[in-house]
């Protein structure tokens, strides 16, 4: 009997064998032949618990390759180097397909990436302190204490004299109070900033799934399963081609798309628009799979889904500080939280207080006055 004590399926003939009955019981014709076929492996002596699958032994698992752009062209890339030992009528054509939509992909994904970047920094340039200084005559920094000056308790008991602030810092301040809870760019840019997370780690698991599979080491060794749907192994120059064009690209998506979010959050000056501008940019991270789900084939697309990567399984130094058990979950939280406070902190550290200094000022309800008044009460 096997496992869990249900009956191998050779016992039946073992037992009508040991009884010198030359018939199988009745049975159903598909189940009595893979019975006789059974009971034909035993007597040749092979292990009939590898028959279901000759590739995949205790120290391997599979993993299937994402449906993408990136999985599409891996896929392609080892078909190759598999040659006739799949069925594959075109292998040179196939690669040639899925090049043409790793181009397209590329073309769509930097082009729209370089145009946000380039709207980004034109938003930026008006809170440098050169622009602003042309606008305001004051720098982010002197805008914030002037502000926290005339909100200042001891100001704001001789009303009378207030001297306001200049008409155009006011008309400012109107504008980045339109946000007038500050804790929202910290929970979009922090929302923004794990949303990316798993672009990062989609380059890192390229990387490791190709540390991990099979090296090819010769014609003894198969690349792929005869069905064509479970990669075994990966000669070395493919390897380095993904680790390039696969990994690396993504890696350097994924920090180009992170500040962009990030820098176009906290130029927003409207609540409504920070939550739409999220939503927007969040398009940037699906092209991958729109191009395939678009323009690749059905029966490319159906193969692409059930093709699977054979990897080793190998306990690593991540295993032994409990990594996978919560450890690099509480890792990637706190990444997070530093790179929100990076931005927030030191980078827009201005911005941000500038926004603070104004939602204090427009809370007592002063309005702009002349900015000569202004500077001769700072210097009295």
């Not at 040991?18 to 018939?23: D, E, I, R, S, Y």
């Not at 080491?217 to 993904?242: C, F």
């Not at 603070?356 to 000022?361: D, G």
């Amino acid at each position: 009997s096997g496992l869990g004590g249900e009956a191998h399926p050779c016992s039946a003939v073992c037992a009508a064998m040991a009884l010198g009955q030359p018939k199988v019981p009745t049975m159903d014709l598909d189940y009595r032949a893979l019975i006789v076929e059974t009971a034909a492996q035993v007597e040749e002596g092979v292990d009939v618990v590898a028959v279901d699958d000759d590739y995949i032994d205790k120290g391997k698992y599979t993993m299937n390759l994402p449906v993408d752009v990136y999985g599409f062209i891996v896929l392609r890339l080892v078909e190759l180097a598999a040659g006739d030992s799949i069925k594959n009528r075109a292998p040179r054509l196939h690669l040639l397909v899925a090049t043409l939509l790793y181009l397209v992909y590329l073309v769509l994904v930097f082009g729209v990436t370089i145009f946000l970047m380039v709207l980004v920094d034109n938003q930026a340039v008006k809170w440098e302190d050169d622009s602003f200084v042309a606008r305001h005559s004051l720098t982010l920094t002197d805008a914030s204490h002037l502000l926290l000056e005339l909100t200042d308790p001891r100001v704001t008991v001789n009303a009378s004299y207030h001297p306001g602030i200049p008409d155009a810092l006011f008309n400012t301040c109107k504008d980045l109070n339109a946000v007038p809870q500050r804790y929202i760019y910290y929970l979009m840019v922090f929302y923004w900033v794990v949303k990316m997370w798993t672009e990062f780690k989609s380059a890192r698991d390229w990387c490791m799934n190709m540390f991990l599979v099979e090296t090819y080491s010769g014609p003894d060794q198969k690349i792929m399963s005869e069905d064509g749907l479970k990669i075994l192994a990966i000669p070395t120059y493919q390897k380095v081609i993904v680790c390039v064009f696969v990994a690396t690209v993504k890696f350097v998506i994924f920090l180009m798309v992170l500040h962009i979010g990030c820098v176009f959050l906290l130029m927003q000056t409207n609540g409504f628009a920070i939550v739409i501008k999220v939503m927007a940019m969040s398009v940037v991270l699906g092209i991958d799979e729109q191009v395939v789900d678009s323009l690749a084939l059905r029966e490319a697309s159906r193969k692409l889904k059930e093709t699977q990567l054979v990897l080793r399984r190998e306990r690593t130094c991540l295993h032994r500080i409990y990594w996978y058990d919560g450890v690099g979950g509480l890792v990637f939280l706190l990444m997070a939280v530093l790179v929100v406070l990076l931005y927030m902190k030191v980078l827009f550290v201005d911005l941000m207080d500038l926004r603070w200094s104004c939602n204090e000022y427009l809370r007592d309800g002063w309005m702009p006055f002349d900015m000569r008044r202004a500077a001769v009460y700072l210097e009295n």
